[in-house]
Every structure is written in structure tokens, then in C-alpha cells.
Nanobody
Framework: QVQLVESGGGLVQAGDSLRLSCAASGGTFSSAGMGWFRQAPGSEREFVADFLGSGGGPRYSASAKGRFTISIDNARNTVYLQMNNLKPEDTAVYYC????????????????WGQGTQVSVSS
């Protein structure tokens, strides 16, 4: 059974940094994709960043590009999200996601989800 466990959320001030981690067990996703989504109160869940396997590399949303960096440690089956220069609008529950196939990841069809970790940014 696949499990994704996030950690690293918290309450920070605008301009601060946080690093989220997500450890996967019960499956390997190095050839497919792992990523991060977020959901703010009253909003739909939105894509933040992902890392595609088979040499696909990282992808970022417009709001994440230039401030967030996604990386993956295939040996540890863990994906990270380094978030710098955080803004109040980054406040959300951040979810780790993994895809069973590269094709599904390419179309943002993620199959597995973590329980989420809260990130709160005060102004």
C-alpha cells in the first residue's frame, strides 16, 4: 500500500523560508512523477510543482517559479519543496502527490496523495 508522509510545514513570516519533505513507501515513483499541490481555504486545490521521471525534470506553477525549488532523492524515495521568500498568499495546506505512470504525471493525473501539511505565512 502506497503511503506519502509530508513534514516541514509551519507558521512563518513573510520573506521566510520553509522546506517541505515527503517520504513515499509502498512504491517507487522515480520513473513517473512526484509533486506538490496546495489548497487554500475556500479555494480549489492547485498545482505547485512536480518532478517528472525519466529525465523529465521539474515543472513549476507561475506563482512558484523563481521562489520554490523541487528536488527528489530517488534513493530515499523522497521529494522536497524548498520555499523561499514566502508570501501570505502562499498560506495553504500543501499536499504531496505521486503518480503511477509518467503519462499520468504529464497530465497532472496524480494517483496517490499525502495527508497534507499546513503552511501559514503572516504578513
Amino acid at each position: 500500500q502506497v503511503q506519502l508522509v509530508e513534514s516541514g510545514g509551519g507558521l512563518v513570516q513573510a520573506g521566510d523560508s520553509l522546506r517541505l519533505s515527503c517520504a513515499a513507501s509502498g512504491g517507487t515513483f522515480s520513473s513517473a512523477g512526484m509533486g506538490w499541490f496546495r489548497q487554500a481555504p475556500g479555494s480549489e486545490r492547485e498545482f505547485v510543482a512536480d518532478f517528472l521521471g525519466s529525465g523529465g525534470g521539474p515543472r513549476y506553477s507561475a506563482s512558484a517559479k523563481g521562489r520554490f525549488t523541487i528536488s527528489i532523492d530517488n534513493a530515499r524515495n523522497t521529494v522536497y519543496l524548498q520555499m523561499n521568500n514566502l508570501k501570505p498568499e502562499d498560506t495553504a495546506v500543501y499536499y504531496c502527490a505521486a503518480s503511477a505512470t509518467l503519462g499520468e504525471a504529464l497530465s497532472l493525473q496524480y494517483n496517490y496523495w499525502g495527508q497534507g501539511t499546513q503552511v501559514s505565512v503572516s504578513s
